[in-house]
Nanobody, 125 residues
Framework: QVQLVESGGESVQAGGSLRLSCAAS????????MGWFRQAPGKEREFVAA????????YYGDSVKGRFTISKDNTNDTGYLQMNSLKFEDTAVYYC??????????????????WGQGTQVTVSS
């Protein structure tokens, strides 16, 4: 089992920045990939970014490329999502997820085993 706890979500004005954190506990050594997804009211869940836990390869959704950066700190089993140039349409609940599978499709939420409770990001225009 892997437990994930997100933090860092808050209200911010458009153009601002936020950094989300995802602290993993339990058996974090089982993590193969950590991803971030978001869901806005009335919309489907959207892939934001993912990172391979050992090699550090990164993946991004088209809507956040060039603005968001995913990273990790294996020493404290924490993943991060740095969000810059925030837009109103970035408003959503952001979820951290981890996959313990040997092969993962990073953008597909069905490949992830464990999910955090979510953290709200609100961007005002």
């Amino acid at each position: 089992q892997v437990q994930l706890v997100e933090s860092g979500g808050e209200s911010v004005q458009a153009g601002g920045s936020l950094r989300l954190s995802c602290a993993a506990s339990g058996r974090p050594y089982r993590i193969n990939t950590m991803g971030w997804f978001r869901q806005a009211p009335g919309k489907e869940r959207e892939f934001v970014a993912a990172i391979s836990w050992s090699g550090g390869m990164t993946y991004y959704g088209d809507s956040v490329k060039g603005r968001f950066t995913i990273s990790k700190d294996n020493t404290n089993d924490t993943g991060y999502l740095q969000m810059n140039s925030l837009k109103f349409e970035d408003t959503a609940v952001y979820y951290c997820a981890s996959s313990t599978r040997g092969a993962t499709v990073p953008s597909d939420g069905n490949w992830y085993d464990f999910w955090g409770q979510g953290t709200q990001v609100t961007v005002s225009s």
